[in-house]
Nanobody, 121 residues
Framework: QVQLVESGGGLVQAGGSLRLSCVASGRAFSTYGMGWFRQAPGKEREFVATLHRSGTMTRYAESVEGRFTIFRDNAKNTAYLQMNSLKPEDTAVYYC??????????????WGQGTQVTVSS
């Protein structure tokens, strides 16, 4: 079993930056691929970024490519999502997940409770 706790969300102006953290407890964090997803009001949860357990392979949604960076520190059992050049359309609840690194929600076994990101125009 893995427990995931996100933090770092908040209110930021367009063009600003935030760094989300996802701290994992339980079974070996380093054996899991990590993903970030987001869900805006009235919309389905969508893929944002994923990172292989090795930390060397990443994939991003086209909407965030070049602005967001996913990375991990296995010594701290933590995954991160650095978000730069934020846009109002990035407003959503952001969730981290642990499982097989993939763009698909079905590939993840464990989910955090989410952290709200609001970008004002």
């Amino acid at each position: 079993q893995v427990q995931l706790v996100e933090s770092g969300g908040g209110l930021v102006q367009a063009g600003g930056s935030l760094r989300l953290s996802c701290v994992a407890s339980g079974r070996a964090f380093s054996t899991y691929g990590m993903g970030w997803f987001r869900q805006a009001p009235g919309k389905e949860r969508e893929f944002v970024a994923t990172l292989h357990r090795s930390g060397t392979m990443t994939r991003y949604a086209e909407s965030v490519e070049g602005r967001f960076t996913i990375f991990r520190d296995n010594a701290k059992n933590t995954a991160y999502l650095q978000m730069n050049s934020l846009k109002p359309e990035d407003t959503a609840v952001y969730y981290c997940a642990a499982g097989q690194n993939s763009w698909s929600r079905k590939s993840y076994d464990y989910w955090g409770q989410g952290t709200q990101v609001t970008v004002s125009s």
